[in-house]
């Protein structure tokens, strides 16, 4: 834990939406008077008809059931481009930066709102329907934002899969929602190289399951080369929107009807779909988009996550453009053409505010302190962060040199559960500790609480869950609300349980400390252990695996994987590419494992259960560490396991 403490300063909390007496008076109405409160915040959308009701949510264990502002009816595309036509057509809505510097675009809110209409006309050509799911498989360019406003614009719920999963996890997502409508490009662009995402579309679809739905796969032309091309299917989107008209009226949506689904991993079983809704989550996006980032008028912000994770759908997409907000798009990477690359976008749009990850601040802090050459930063007045938690000394780097010592960091604690963020500092209100994520927002009540369920007060560490619900929150798995309610509601009851362990301090701040679940953090980037370990056994080779986190410089946490063989099979460095190969395949690139250990046995209980705690202790080695072996079925094992850590890989 850092000591230091950043207080807020005086310049910022002047010209800030909120100051410290204005957090603490307004969130003590949010917790004591929700109604009134977010009866307040839901009137920064425009309704097609005003709700009366505001809260109507239960976490009961037998009846989870969310809703917010239910009898109001609205669009989120309306909401993020129609109302703001009048006042702000000319206004920039997204600067698109491409891979290659010398490829940019401004697009205005009436360009934005003219390609949205042609693409929802579009996709209704292609016989997609309010309620249907269309799956995105998109790279970072414009349409991939102009599908997503398309699609809630016509009623329909968009299912992205991020472009770097394999075609074996798209077909599962477009099985598990039984998607219509694939969106996706020829091919992608990243760091200079060209990525065959469409072929990946192809590949995926050689599932009859994932198939069985899927009546056409729309496709842009990123990249100038050849595909292959199925006319039973295929269809170009140039095509498309060239013959459609560029109106299409908004459709009117219940607040509580389905906006997207995304999946996301868990402890257990296959990815789950979290499904969220239209008014509660429109109303969280634009809201802590608004405070966090202390955003303004004519200010320009820049999120570098993907709009394949929960990021970019809240802060690339939805927030800012509901707040008529200028929000830049950026479709490389921070490496590319040379390490400067952050700085140079910077300058050349003269960003104001900057939200990037943890894993992204540490590999520029390797580079050096000048890795950001002579850019011109002068622009940067607020920075933010999310997806791990981030260590002290990359907060302080981040803070140095990259904020110039001048801006806050809002260090942004939250979900794809969560829809929004949840504890955070305000810059204009709340004094920074590297490394803690400080306090809840509006209508967030975090409690922690021991194993037996029990709140901890004070000073304490414990497990993190939420007392009550916020209206960004995840109503439902999609298909399997049961899995919903199992997953979040009941290991302790009448709380949503985050899976994460924190820290609270004698100020009151939170410090996540990390999952307490079977799920590891790596660059930012959630993985299900167990995901991981089906992949492998898939593999012939394979018996038994295990995986498990361990400390990793640059992701934060790396894939660490212990394989027992199948007899019959030799161990060698063949089949350790071999086995990373086949993650790659099932999975993606994210999920390849960093170090693989060859264990001919697994310290298990005498009931046959796996001890992870063991794995994990090894994996950090920490081996004074281990525990109370006596009551494994061969505690023998554990001293082949620490012996063969030398042979990992
Ligand atoms: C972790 C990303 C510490 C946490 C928005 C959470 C964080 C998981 C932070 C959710 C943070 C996210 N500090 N840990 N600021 N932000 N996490 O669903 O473990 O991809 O449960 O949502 O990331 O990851 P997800």
């Known amino acids: 834990m850092s000591e230091k403490v950043y207080p807020v300063s005086p310049e910022v909390a002047a010209q800030a939406h909120i100051d410290n007496a204005k957090y603490e008076a307004m969130y003590e109405q949010s917790i004591n008077d929700p109604d009134t409160f977010w009866g307040e915040e839901g009137k920064r959308l425009d309704w097609f008809k005003p709700y009366t009701k505001v809260k109507n949510t239960t976490f009961d264990p037998h009846n989870v ?16 481009l129609d109302r703001h036509l009048e ?16 490829e940019s675009e401004n697009i205005t809110y009436r360009d934005l709102y003219e390609r949205v209409c042609r693409f929802s006309n579009a996709l209704k050509s292609q016989g997609v329907e309010k309620g249907d799911v269309v799956t995105l498989y ?12 398309a699609c809630t614009r016509i009623g329909a719920v968009h299912s992205i899969v991020f472009g770097g999963f394999s075609p074996e996890a798209l077909a599962a997502r477009i099985e598990g929602a039984s998607s219509k409508v694939v969106v996706t490009s020829n091919y992608s662009l990243r760091g200079g190289k060209v990525v065959p995402l469409k072929a990946n579309v192809d590949k995926a679809l050689e599932h009859p399951a994932a198939a069985a739905h899927v009546e056409s796969v729309i496709v842009v032309k990123r990249v100038d080369q050849d595909v292959a091309w199925n006319e039973k299917v295929d269809v170009w989107y140039e095509g498309l929107v060239a013959a459609a008209s560029a109106e299409c009226a908004p459709e009117e949506m219940e607040a509580e009807a389905p906006m997207f689904i ?6 257990t079983g296959a990815p789950k779909g979290l499904k969220h809704t239209t008014g509660g989550y429109m109303v969280y996006a634009a809201m802590t988009h608004e405070y966090a980032f202390d955003y303004k008028e004519g200010d320009i912000y820049w999120c570098t996550a993907d709009v394949g ?5 809240s802060y690339i997409v939805y927030g800012p453009l509901a707040n008529g907000g200028t929000s830049l798009m950026f479709e490389g990477v921070p490496n590319y053409p040379d390490n400067s690359r952050f700085g140079r976008v910077i300058e050349k749009h003269k960003v104001n505010q900057l939200y990037t990850a943890p894993t992204a601040i540490r590999s520029l802090m390797q580079q050096g302190e000048d890795v950001l050459g002579d850019s011109d930063l002068s622009s940067l007045r607020i920075l933010g962060s ?3 938690p981030i260590n002290p000394e990359a907060w302080n780097w981040y803070h140095r040199i990259v904020g110039q010592g001048r801006c806050p960091i ?12 949840m504890i955070l500092p305000l810059p204009g209100a709340t004094a920074l500790k590297p490394g803690s994520a400080t306090r809840p927002f509006f209508g967030v009540q975090p ?3 021991d194993a037996d369920g029990n709140e901890l007060e004070g000073a304490v560490d414990g497990n993190l869950v939420l007392k009550d619900s916020w209206p960004g929150q995840s109503r439902s798995i999609w298909g399997d609300h049961e899995r919903f309610i199992q997953t979040y509601f009941s290991t302790y009851k009448g709380v949503y349980t985050t899976g994460d362990g924190a820290r609270r301090d004698e100020d009151g701040y939170y410090w996540i400390t990390g999952r307490v679940d079977d799920v590891i953090n790596v660059s930012g980037h959630r993985m299900g252990t167990a995901e991981v370990e089906s992949a492998l056994v898939a593999h012939p080779a394979v018996a038994e695996a295990a995986v498990v986190g361990y400390p990793h410089e640059l992701k934060g946490q790396g894939i660490y994987v212990y394989v027992t063989l199948q007899s019959g099979y030799e161990q060698s460095d063949e089949l350790m590419k071999e086995l990373r190969l086949h993650v790659r395949k099932e999975i993606g690139p994210i999920a390849s494992p960093d170090l693989i250990q060859f264990s001919p046995g697994m310290p298990k209980t005498r009931s046959g259960k796996i001890m992870r705690r063991i794995l994990r202790k090894i994996a950090e080695d920490d081996f004074d560490a281990l525990g109370d072996t006596s009551t494994l079925s061969d505690p023998t094992v554990v001293d082949d396991l620490i012996e063969n850590r030398m042979n990992r890989k």
């Open 65 to 80: 059931d969310i809703r917010w502002f239910e009898d109001g009816t609205l669009n989120a595309s309306y909401n993020c």
């Open 87 to 102: 006042t702000r057509g000319d206004q920039v809505a997204i600067i698109w930066e491409g891979d290659d510097p010398s």
């Open 138 to 149: 998109m790279p970072m360019i414009p349409e991939a934002a102009i599908a997503m406003l």
């Open 262 to 267: 995304l999946y996301t991993s868990g402890s």
């Open 309 to 313: 994770w929960v990021t970019g759908h």
């Open 386 to 388: 999310v997806g791990e």
């Open 410 to 421: 809002v260090d942004t604690w939250w979900q794809t559960e969560t829809g929004g963020m």
């Open 447 to 449: 409690a922690l609480l």
